[in-house]
Nanobody
Framework: QVQLVESGGGLVQPGGSLRLSCAAS????????MGWYRQAPGKQRELVAS???????NYADSVKGRFTISRDNDKNTVYLQMNSLKPEDTAVYYC?????????????WGQGTQVTVSS
């Protein structure tokens, strides 16, 4: 059974930091592209950051320079370090595992963790 379990969300003041974690089980973690997505109320889910099996990273323009994605294949975990948080970063953050080298592609999602940036 595949599980992606996010943790680390919470309430933080503007300018603060949080680190999200996503622990994966039931998959060959090292071969998956891992991503963080977020969905704010009334908005579509959007990509925040992703990291490939080869450690290439990609970031949304809105978080470049503030967020850092990383992975630890020994722990089957992907992280999102979020610094200089803004109220507009408030959303539910989801972890996604993607394997697109085969057909059909395979995707798994976590249950999400709430991040609220407010004074």
């Amino acid at each position: 059974q595949v599980q992606l379990v996010e943790s680390g969300g919470g309430l933080v003041q503007p300018g603060g930091s949080l680190r999200l974690s996503c622990a994966a089980s039931g998959i060959s973690f090292s071969i998956y592209t891992m991503g963080w997505y977020r969905q704010a109320p009334g908005k579509q889910r959007e990509l925040v950051a992703s990291i490939t099996s080869g450690y290439s990273t990609n970031y949304a323009d809105s978080v470049k320079g503030r967020f850092t994605i990383s992975r630890d294949n020994d722990k089957n975990t992907v992280y999102l370090q979020m610094n200089s948080l803004k109220p507009e970063d408030t959303a539910v953050y989801y972890c996604k595992a993607a394997r697109t080298t085969n057909w059909p592609p395979i995707y798994y999602w976590g249950q999400g963790t709430q991040v609220t940036v407010s004074s």
